[in-house]
């Protein structure tokens, strides 16, 4: 707005500059003479001078309001541009053209971007593959060994003092105290399921040469057998680079690792396909959900999902509304068989 006032301002002053230097040399009277000529010089009753100065300040306003507007309608279509290129979803935005230079800026801009997209995607593809290749035995070895000492240990103990529980509760005809009983062995059940929970958590999280598709399948199928909600899930073949497939892995254990933990969820919905070109990772829940604005959803540890997900070059969209449920989306974009062929004989 200051920027339109002073525009106008500006026009009107060089307007009335340049309309007072005309008539000066079109009059051809003495100086002292061609400013009285501006007040004795009247046309429809109304003197020269009010003529002069309403027509420019009309002609330098609508000059500033109309270039202003120009500037935005300007502005707002480079940046829908812009935004295009930086969409992983639209590769059919509308390319408005601009002037020649401007349109070879823009165009060197999305080249960049495009390359630097591929680059990442490459980059992350290699270390995720180096750092397999250097740390993934000593990981496997050292979460199978947590999981079995807790398995011998924690789990065995919680099983037993469970089946105490249940034992001395129905030998115990007293209500007085087998209602405390009760609620002892609702807590060791719970705390049983969580042992569960964390079992499988603790599990390798490499795919072992199996396909995103058959690995999630044998998480959710094996995570199913050990809750006591509702898991569903729809998983069909997608093809994706090995960084890709293992960022996306890991993103599904922390997801659900998190609905477990957190949401008091008793229906899970679990989504893996590929719609136009674009890999689609989703889990959905009915659980407590979370508001952004109360800075909850920290606790559910998803921004290292949204990390991993910009590292493989895709988008993650997070919906949570209390008390109905959060869901967690992951799209990025699928390769062709060809292309993941020839990442491989790269890497390789």
Known sequence: MK???????????LFTSIAAIYIYFLLDLPLDESWFAFYELQFADVPLGWWILNTTLLLGWGIAIWTNFLGRTKEKAIEQRLSGLIDTEKDDYPKEKFTPRMDRAIDTVSTVIHTQRKSLQRITDERAEAQDQLIQERIVQERQRLARELHDSVSQQLFAASMLLSAITESNDNTETQRPLLQVERMVQQAQLEMRALLLHLRPAALNNKSLAEGLEELLVELRE?????????????TLSKGAEDHLFRIAQETLSNTLRHAQATEVDVLFVERDGLAIFRVQDNGVGFKDSDGKGGSYGLQNVKERAIEIGGTCKIVSIPSQGTIVEVKLPARKGEEVNDQDLISG
Not at 3 to 13: D, E, K, Q
Not at 226 to 238: N, S
Request: proline fraction near 0%; avoid cysteine; glycine fraction near 8%.
């Open 3 to 13: 920027a339109v006032i002073g525009r106008g301002l500006f026009l009107s002053f």
């Open 226 to 238: 050990k809750v006591l909600f509702d898991i569903r899930f729809r998983l069909e073949e997608v």
